[in-house]
């Protein structure tokens, strides 16, 4: 609440060290604000611009005293003289400019403070986002209670390098327009990508992921701040974003306008801004000066301002009457008293309107409507209050008494029943009349105690004839007693006297007039307010409710006058006089503070211009003198500190167009630089205050919305973050009422408005363009949200030749086109630049990016990290842009494809710099053709077909190069190969596999956009696996050849390991196959699989044969020696006297043993051993039954049987172990043997008798026999 004044405000000021009474002045109450809702007031305010001179010619304030402290001492005296004369002429100017927006925020009747406005959220500041940038940090560090999964973790890294980190992140924060609430819009929409990206979770929702994912996230934000302060504070906050009250908005223009507290009250008190009356009698002198001043263009139209036609001058008349009848009727419409907005009187204010020819002092009677009684009903409310009563002392103590109450003969009250002894009651009566001079009656009763006593006895009475002068305080009245009452009693009562709203003024003068009041005679009068326009002096009689006589007070002056010593002899000492035209009213008061508040009164209700002034001063005292005095005070003071000349200044004299301009100006700065994020929109309690001074002080619509874009573009053009869907309402509005559509009800358009036009649309059409180039830093993230959208609204209304005419496509493609050219070559530098810093923050270089001057492998790092950065460039642009580019994704399309051409310049300089034959430039390639791939709109465009020819030729010469190479690894490789074992074959087998297979796989990555020659390099290279595989099977068959031709085929040979390497390649080979040349169903002309299998499976049982061939060679020798003891032969009658043991069978069976053991151990493959050892045991078992059968015809010697026993068992049971298929096993070659041994074994038994046979292959005797002998 503002007070009156204040000792902290005096101990500040160095105004007031001597003037005692403004630190007691007393307290002013401000009434609350209108707060209701109303639609966009800037597209509905209406008001006239006037050509008069501006207050610096004209107004003249006390001298100024500049302090030496603030003078420069390096300025000239002249100067620094000078520059105080300015500043002291522009504190005038804003002082004067204050006392309208006072005005305008005690007593408004034509605006409110909108409720439908958006809610503008807190600003972050530069220091702001430090701190948010160290709370981010501080989570990625881990040193926070807040517990997060990796994903968040992840999301909080992303937007922390790539949002918090950026420099557009800083511009937008300098730039004012970067809320809270963009950077956890930015974060949200980031995570939403990553959430709906994640997998499903049973029983857990991804909506409810991203809740606390964002509650983990404003945890961050806010840190560790006190949550039980913040919701009181943003409370606070966005209260005063809303509605303001009156106090709030003084303080606030305090602050715009730079108008010091002492020199606010001073203006409050002198203004009278508490009181109601004196500000609507100020509107109405305001009003009938405009009235005069529109008179004053119309009898010479060169005051007034040069319109586009020359018809519109007197139309431009109508308009100013028009708006004065508007603010009439405004303030007609606000409510007087109960009951008499609707009287007929009410009308009065449009017929004076009319006829603007007369002045609203100087109304004739013919053109007033005749005054009722019905017009002037009063209504009191009066209270009485009986308290107690003094002098019974002839009643006996305990005898009851009691008090009744009546107005004007209406109805009795009675208080409670009170003993004689203590008769106090305190009881109040509440009562209505329509009397002025209402006649209360209290009369003092006893209880009768006798038996046929009827009424009670009356102890006395009073009578009371209050006025609303009366005072309130509790009195003393003696009461009339009846003869049989000795005692003298006295009776407390307060009597209080309510005002009715309509009765300004009231007390007993004497009058004389003309035509009423012709006798000079004491009268009680009352100031009666019909309506805002309309009042009336009427004198009233005891008891009667209805005026005895009245006159109404339109077109009246009053003024102090001298004593009449001719009246004056009959009664009254202190005269002033009412005149107009044909009549006068003289009135005489007994005091001098009487008759200052009947003129005080008077010339609120006459709307006159002349301020009377009162002959002589008033000392303090008491009631109404106070109230004079301290009136006289204010105006004393505020006429000491210069503070007069801007209270009396008449405001029809002033260029109100300019004052506005520079009101509107220091507002918006002042909404610029408070903590709301605001983008150039006012705040309600701003715009409310701009609607009532338009409104109030004739201020046109266009002539206010050209100067605030002036002032937004003014801003905008500074780096400011100005919202477009501002700037295109107030654009909107001038282009209509340009272009006749009247926006506001004015139909007249001036010459300067044209001219401001058409300077602010070029302006805002550079600037629009600018903005959409630099879309990327003046809408970074796309904040403010749909700001970029709204600028290429604006953009198309602009370019519109009329508000009626639309602007052919064509031309805002054109424009367009040619911003989103300039934005791919600013976009491109600014990404370059940054490369270029990212790079000297290194330290390592201080070339330029790219430069001739670097080593290549640098040149093309450099271009790499570029790439990178350019295709950040591009996804933000896709992710924060394309919607707003939505009309026009041809035109973004074409933005992209010129964005890479620019870097192709920088790509195919680096990529000439390399050296030949060096492959380091190949994850560039990838790098751009993953991210072309997958972009429908660049997949296949100039860039990517640029990207295609560059990279073509170096893919082949790459494929050429290693196919040589691994050319000359297998014919270098097999020539120095030893076939040592090395993974699934040897050294040279697996380089030449690996080489393949990461060929292949590097071909295969780079995703070649191109069908046709992708399909042709996937021919290639299965072709030149194939071939490889082949070569490398050649190589290993030949060296399996020069190996098993080595050893000897006895019992002592072992299969080399050399040889199993050799296994293990082809088999390698053929699994390699599969992989590097695998059959192609859906294509029958490259059958590169069926090819190499064939190959491979050929030398494969090649391989196999010959090892059988080499292993049964042996078996063959021992038969050979096995032979030599045949029947009948030379050696077998010569062997017959020897004692053989079994060594050549166990050796037999020990070289079966061992090489199946290291064949199994070395060879990879099982399915090769199975074929190996199936045709081992085969090739046995077929020569055993070829000796065999040889020797059908002969008994086999002991010796010979035992050793075919053994061999034949060892084979069966070893095979066996090695998962020899049993139907290979038991084969008929396997039984015809079994059956031929079992027979010579039972022979050999009954020849020789029961005795010990060594080996005991198939027969069931001797067992334990054969196991001891194992």
Same mark, same amino acid.
């Given at each position: 609440?503002?007070?009156?004044?204040?000792?902290?405000?005096?101990?500040?000021?160095?105004?007031?060290?001597?003037?005692?009474?403004?630190?007691?002045?007393?307290?002013?109450?401000?009434?609350?604000?209108?707060?209701?809702?109303?639609?966009?007031?800037?597209?509905?305010?209406?008001?006239?611009?006037?050509?008069?001179?501006?207050?610096?010619?004209?107004?003249?304030?006390?001298?100024?005293?500049?302090?030496?402290?603030?003078?420069?001492?390096?300025?000239?005296?002249?100067?620094?003289?000078?520059?105080?004369?300015?500043?002291?002429?522009?504190?005038?100017?804003?002082?004067?400019?204050?006392?309208?927006?006072?005005?305008?925020?005690?007593?408004?009747?034509?605006?409110?403070?909108?409720?439908?406005?958006?809610?503008?959220?807190?600003?972050?500041?530069?220091?702001?986002?430090?701190?948010?940038?160290?709370?981010?940090?501080?989570?990625?560090?881990?040193?926070?209670?807040?517990?997060?999964?990796?994903?968040?973790?992840?999301?909080?890294?992303?937007?922390?390098?790539?949002?918090?980190?950026?420099?557009?992140?800083?511009?937008?924060?300098?730039?004012?327009?970067?809320?809270?609430?963009?950077?956890?819009?930015?974060?949200?929409?980031?995570?939403?990508?990553?959430?709906?990206?994640?997998?499903?979770?049973?029983?857990?929702?991804?909506?409810?992921?991203?809740?606390?994912?964002?509650?983990?996230?404003?945890?961050?934000?806010?840190?560790?701040?006190?949550?039980?302060?913040?919701?009181?504070?943003?409370?606070?906050?966005?209260?005063?974003?809303?509605?303001?009250?009156?106090?709030?908005?003084?303080?606030?223009?305090?602050?715009?306008?730079?108008?010091?507290?002492?020199?606010?009250?001073?203006?409050?008190?002198?203004?009278?801004?508490?009181?109601?009356?004196?500000?609507?009698?100020?509107?109405?002198?305001?009003?009938?000066?405009?009235?005069?001043?529109?008179?004053?263009?119309?009898?010479?139209?060169?005051?007034?301002?040069?319109?586009?036609?020359?018809?519109?001058?007197?139309?431009?008349?109508?308009?100013?009457?028009?708006?004065?009848?508007?603010?009439?009727?405004?303030?007609?419409?606000?409510?007087?008293?109960?009951?008499?907005?609707?009287?007929?009187?009410?009308?009065?204010?449009?017929?004076?309107?009319?006829?603007?020819?007369?002045?609203?002092?100087?109304?004739?009677?013919?053109?007033?409507?005749?005054?009722?009684?019905?017009?002037?009903?009063?209504?009191?409310?009066?209270?009485?209050?009986?308290?107690?009563?003094?002098?019974?002392?002839?009643?006996?103590?305990?005898?009851?008494?009691?008090?009744?109450?009546?107005?004007?003969?209406?109805?009795?009250?009675?208080?409670?029943?009170?003993?004689?002894?203590?008769?106090?009651?305190?009881?109040?009566?509440?009562?209505?009349?329509?009397?002025?001079?209402?006649?209360?009656?209290?009369?003092?009763?006893?209880?009768?105690?006798?038996?046929?006593?009827?009424?009670?006895?009356?102890?006395?009475?009073?009578?009371?004839?209050?006025?609303?002068?009366?005072?309130?305080?509790?009195?003393?009245?003696?009461?009339?007693?009846?003869?049989?009452?000795?005692?003298?009693?006295?009776?407390?009562?307060?009597?209080?006297?309510?005002?009715?709203?309509?009765?300004?003024?009231?007390?007993?003068?004497?009058?004389?007039?003309?035509?009423?009041?012709?006798?000079?005679?004491?009268?009680?009068?009352?100031?009666?307010?019909?309506?805002? !326009?309309?009042?009336?002096?009427?004198?009233?009689?005891?008891?009667?409710?209805?005026?005895?006589?009245?006159?109404?007070?339109?077109?009246?002056?009053?003024?102090?006058?001298?004593?009449?010593?001719?009246?004056?002899?009959?009664?009254?000492?202190?005269?002033?006089?009412?005149?107009?035209?044909?009549?006068?009213?003289?009135?005489?008061?007994?005091?001098?503070?009487?008759?200052?508040?009947?003129?005080?009164?008077?010339?609120?209700?006459?709307?006159?211009?002349?301020?009377?002034?009162?002959?002589?001063?008033?000392?303090?005292?008491?009631?109404?003198?106070?109230?004079?005095?301290?009136?006289?005070?204010?105006?004393?003071?505020?006429?000491?500190?210069?503070?007069?000349?801007?209270?009396?200044?008449?405001?029809?004299?002033?260029?109100?167009?300019?004052?506005?301009?520079?009101?509107?100006?220091?507002?918006?700065?002042?909404?610029?630089?408070?903590?709301?994020?605001?983008?150039?929109?006012?705040?309600?309690?701003?715009?409310?205050?701009?609607?009532?001074?338009?409104?109030?002080?004739?201020?046109?619509?266009?002539?206010?919305?050209?100067? !605030?874009?002036?002032?937004?573009?003014?801003?905008?053009?500074?780096?400011?973050?100005?919202?477009?869907?501002?700037?295109?309402?107030?654009?909107?509005?001038?282009?209509?009422?340009?272009?006749?559509?009247?926006?506001?009800?004015?139909?007249?358009?001036?010459?300067?408005?044209?001219?401001?036009?058409?300077?602010?649309?070029?302006?805002?059409?550079?600037?629009?363009?600018?903005?959409?180039?630099?879309?990327?830093?003046?809408?970074?993230?796309?904040?403010?949200?749909?700001?970029?959208?709204?600028?290429?609204?604006?953009?198309?209304?602009?370019?519109?030749?009329?508000?009626?005419?639309?602007?052919?496509?064509?031309?805002?493609?054109?424009?367009?086109?040619?911003?989103?050219?300039?934005?791919?070559?600013?976009?491109?530098?600014?990404?370059?630049?940054?490369?270029?810093?990212?790079?000297?923050?290194?330290?390592?270089?201080?070339?330029?990016?790219?430069?001739?001057?670097?080593?290549?492998?640098?040149?093309?790092?450099?271009?790499?990290?570029?790439?990178?950065?350019?295709?950040?460039?591009?996804?933000?642009?896709?992710?924060?842009?394309?919607?707003?580019?939505?009309?026009?994704?041809?035109?973004?399309?074409?933005?992209?494809?010129?964005?890479?051409?620019?870097?192709?310049?920088?790509?195919?300089?680096?990529?000439?710099?390399?050296?030949?034959?060096?492959?380091?430039?190949?994850?560039?390639?990838?790098?751009?053709?993953?991210?072309?791939?997958?972009?429908?709109?660049?997949?296949?465009?100039?860039?990517?077909?640029?990207?295609?020819?560059?990279?073509?030729?170096?893919?082949?010469?790459?494929?050429?190069?290693?196919?040589?190479?691994?050319?000359?690894?297998?014919?270098?490789?097999?020539?120095?190969?030893?076939?040592?074992?090395?993974?699934?074959?040897?050294?040279?087998?697996?380089?030449?596999?690996?080489?393949?297979?990461?060929?292949?796989?590097?071909?295969?990555?780079?995703?070649?956009?191109?069908?046709?020659?992708?399909?042709?390099?996937?021919?290639?290279?299965?072709?030149?696996?194939?071939?490889?595989?082949?070569?490398?099977?050649?190589?290993?068959?030949?060296?399996?050849?020069?190996?098993?031709?080595?050893?000897?085929?006895?019992?002592?040979?072992?299969?080399?390991?050399?040889?199993?390497?050799?296994?293990?390649?082809?088999?390698?080979?053929?699994?390699?196959?599969?992989?590097?040349?695998?059959?192609?169903?859906?294509?029958?002309?490259?059958?590169?699989?069926?090819?190499?299998?064939?190959?491979?499976?050929?030398?494969?049982?090649?391989?196999?044969?010959?090892?059988?061939?080499?292993?049964?060679?042996?078996?063959?020798?021992?038969?050979?020696?096995?032979?030599?003891?045949?029947?009948?032969?030379?050696?077998?009658?010569?062997?017959?006297?020897?004692?053989?043991?079994?060594?050549?069978?166990?050796?037999?069976?020990?070289?079966?043993?061992?090489?199946?053991?290291?064949?199994?151990?070395?060879?990879?493959?099982?399915?090769?051993?199975?074929?190996?050892?199936?045709?081992?045991?085969?090739?046995?078992?077929?020569?055993?039954?070829?000796?065999?059968?040889?020797?059908?015809?002969?008994?086999?010697?002991?010796?010979?049987?035992?050793?075919?026993?053994?061999?034949?068992?060892?084979?069966?049971?070893?095979?066996?172990?090695?998962?020899?298929?049993?139907?290979?096993?038991?084969?008929?070659?396997?039984?015809?043997?079994?059956?031929?041994?079992?027979?010579?074994?039972?022979?050999?038994?009954?020849?020789?008798?029961?005795?010990?046979?060594?080996?005991?292959?198939?027969?069931?005797?001797?067992?334990?026999?054969?196991?001891?002998?194992?």
């Amino acid at each position: 609440m503002l007070k009156s004044s204040s000792s902290e405000d005096e101990s500040e000021s160095e105004d007031y060290p001597d003037d005692p009474d403004i630190s007691h002045s007393s307290q002013r109450n401000l009434r609350e604000g209108v707060s209701a809702s109303s639609n966009d007031s800037l597209a509905h305010s209406t008001s006239a611009v006037h050509t008069r001179g501006s207050l610096s010619d004209r107004s003249v304030g006390r001298p100024s005293s500049p302090s030496h402290s603030v003078s420069t001492s390096s300025e000239p005296p002249g100067r620094e003289e000078e520059r105080a004369l300015r500043e002291e002429e522009e504190h005038k100017r804003r002082l004067q400019l204050y006392v309208f927006v006072m005005r305008c925020i005690a007593y408004p009747f034509n605006a409110k403070q909108p409720t439908d406005m958006v809610r503008r959220q807190t600003k972050v500041t530069r220091q702001q986002l430090q701190i948010i940038k160290d709370r981010f940090q501080t989570f990625l560090n881990g040193d926070t209670q807040i517990v997060a999964d990796e994903a968040f973790c992840n999301a909080v890294q992303s937007y922390y390098e790539v949002f918090l980190k950026s420099d557009r992140v800083l511009k937008m924060v300098n730039s004012g327009g970067c809320s809270s609430n963009d950077f956890r819009e930015v974060f949200k929409n980031n995570v939403e990508k990553r959430v709906r990206s994640l997998p499903e979770i049973d029983g857990l929702s991804k909506e409810t992921v991203l809740s606390s994912w964002m509650t983990k996230f404003d945890a961050i934000y806010r840190g560790e701040e006190d949550q039980r302060k913040q919701p009181q504070r943003l409370s606070t906050l966005a209260g005063s974003e809303l509605i303001l009250s009156k106090e709030q908005l003084y303080e606030m223009f305090q602050n715009i306008l730079g108008v010091k507290k002492f020199e606010h009250q001073l203006l409050y008190n002198a203004c009278q801004l508490d009181n109601a009356d004196e500000q609507a009698a100020q509107i109405r002198r305001e009003l009938d000066g405009r009235l005069q001043f529109i008179e004053s263009i119309a009898k010479q139209p060169k005051k007034g301002p040069k319109f586009v036609l020359k018809e519109m001058e007197e139309m431009y008349v109508e308009e100013l009457r028009a708006q004065v009848n508007l603010l009439m009727a405004n303030l007609e419409s606000l409510p007087v008293s109960k009951g008499n907005t609707d009287s007929k009187y009410s009308l009065q204010k449009l017929k004076r309107a009319q006829n603007t020819a007369v002045s609203m002092m100087e109304v004739t009677e013919d053109s007033e409507p005749t005054l009722s009684k019905a017009d002037v009903v009063l209504s009191f409310t009066l209270e009485v209050l009986v308290m107690e009563v003094k002098g019974l002392k002839s009643l006996a103590p305990n005898r009851i008494v009691y008090c009744t109450m009546e107005v004007d003969g209406g109805d009795k009250l009675q208080t409670d029943q009170a003993e004689a002894s203590k008769p106090a009651w305190d009881t109040q009566g509440d009562f209505t009349t329509t009397h002025p001079m209402p006649i209360v009656k209290v009369k003092l009763y006893t209880e009768n105690t006798g038996m046929l006593s009827i009424d009670d006895t009356l102890l006395g009475k009073v009578v009371v004839r209050p006025t609303p002068n009366s005072p309130k305080t509790p009195e003393w009245y003696k009461l009339y007693t009846p003869k049989s009452v000795t005692d003298k009693i006295t009776l407390k009562l307060a009597v209080r006297m309510d005002k009715p709203q309509n009765m300004k003024h009231c007390g007993w003068t004497y009058c004389q007039g003309r035509t009423a009041w012709k006798k000079w005679k004491k009268r009680f009068y009352v100031l009666v307010q019909v309506s805002q !326009y309309t009042f009336a002096m009427c004198s009233y009689r005891e008891k009667k409710a209805d005026p005895n006589e009245m006159m109404q007070l339109d077109g009246f002056t009053v003024n102090y006058i001298d004593a009449d010593q001719e009246l004056e002899a009959q009664g009254g000492r202190f005269f002033f006089k009412a005149v107009k035209e044909g009549d006068s009213l003289t009135f005489a008061c007994d005091e001098e503070v009487d008759r200052q508040l009947w003129v005080q009164a008077i010339y609120r209700a006459t709307g006159q211009s002349y301020k009377p002034v009162p002959p002589t001063q008033i000392s303090g005292g008491k009631g109404s003198n106070a109230i004079i005095s301290r009136l006289q005070g204010d105006a004393d003071r505020a006429r000491k500190h210069g503070m007069d000349e801007f209270i009396q200044r008449n405001p029809s004299t002033f260029n109100h167009a300019q004052l506005f301009k520079l009101l509107q100006e220091l507002m918006l700065d002042h909404r610029l630089n408070d903590s709301f994020s605001c983008l150039g929109w006012f705040s309600p309690g701003q715009i409310f205050v701009l609607d009532e001074y338009c409104a109030r002080y004739g201020v046109r619509g266009c002539h206010r919305h050209l100067c !605030y874009l002036d002032n937004l573009l003014d801003r905008a053009e500074n780096s400011q973050m100005i919202d477009p869907t501002l700037i295109h309402y107030s654009f909107a509005f001038c282009a209509s009422h340009v272009h006749g559509n009247r926006p506001d009800g004015n139909g007249t358009v001036t010459v300067e408005e044209t001219d401001k036009f058409e300077e602010i649309k070029e302006r805002l059409r550079v600037l629009l363009e600018y903005q959409i180039t630099h879309f990327r830093y003046c809408f970074p993230f796309g904040r403010p949200d749909q700001a970029l959208k709204a600028a290429l609204s604006l953009l198309e209304r602009v370019l519109m030749k009329d508000i009626a005419t639309p602007i052919p496509q064509e031309e805002v493609f054109s424009t367009i086109e040619k911003c989103l050219k300039n934005a791919a070559l600013v976009n491109y530098e600014q990404v370059s630049t940054y490369a270029k810093i990212e790079a000297d923050e290194g330290g390592e270089r201080t070339e330029s990016l790219n430069s001739i001057d670097l080593p290549p492998e640098r040149r093309l790092e450099d271009v790499i990290h570029l790439a990178e950065l350019c295709i950040d460039v591009l996804q933000q642009n896709d992710e924060h842009h394309a919607e707003a580019f939505a009309w026009f994704s041809d035109l973004l399309i074409e933005h992209a494809e010129l964005f890479w051409s620019l870097y192709a310049v920088d790509m195919d300089a680096a990529l000439e710099a390399q050296p030949q034959d060096t492959w380091d430039s190949f994850p560039l390639f990838q790098l751009l053709n993953d991210y072309i791939r997958s972009d429908p709109n660049l997949n296949g465009g100039r860039f990517h077909q640029h990207l295609r020819d560059t990279f073509a030729s170096q893919v082949i010469r790459y494929v050429d190069l290693m196919e040589s190479s691994i050319a000359q690894s297998i014919h270098k490789g097999f020539e120095k190969e030893r076939w040592q074992p090395e993974g699934n074959g040897t050294p040279t087998s697996e380089e030449i596999f690996w080489k393949l297979d990461a060929l292949q796989s590097f071909i295969r990555e780079l995703h070649w956009p191109d069908e046709e020659f992708a399909r042709h390099l996937d021919h290639r290279l299965k072709q030149m696996a194939a071939d490889m595989v082949e070569s490398c099977v050649n190589r290993t068959m030949k060296a399996f050849e020069c190996w098993i031709k080595k050893g000897r085929t006895t019992t002592d040979y072992r299969v080399p390991s050399e040889i199993c390497v050799m296994f293990n390649v082809l088999n390698d080979a053929r699994n390699q196959s599969l992989k590097l040349c695998p059959p192609n169903r859906d294509q029958e002309t490259y059958q590169y699989h069926t090819q190499i299998e064939s190959v491979i499976q050929g030398e494969n049982k090649k391989m196999v044969n010959e090892l059988v061939t080499k292993l049964t060679q042996v078996l063959r020798n021992v038969l050979d020696k096995l032979a030599r003891y045949d029947e009948g032969t030379f050696f077998a009658s010569i062997l017959s006297f020897t004692n053989p043991g079994m060594e050549l069978a166990d050796a037999y069976a020990e070289f079966i043993c061992d090489n199946l053991e290291d064949i199994t151990a070395r060879t990879h493959d099982d399915q090769f051993l199975l074929c190996l050892y199936e045709a081992w045991y085969t090739s046995n078992m077929n020569l055993l039954c070829d000796w065999l059968s040889d020797r059908m015809e002969i008994q086999l010697h002991i010796y010979q049987l035992n050793t075919l026993l053994r061999i034949t068992k060892k084979m069966y049971t070893d095979m066996e172990l090695h998962c020899v298929a049993e139907k290979i096993l038991n084969s008929r070659t396997y039984e015809t043997i079994k059956q031929r041994l079992q027979v010579e074994e039972a022979t050999a038994s009954v020849m020789q008798g029961e005795g010990k046979i060594v080996y005991n292959g198939f027969s069931k005797k001797n067992d334990s026999d054969d196991e001891d002998d194992d």
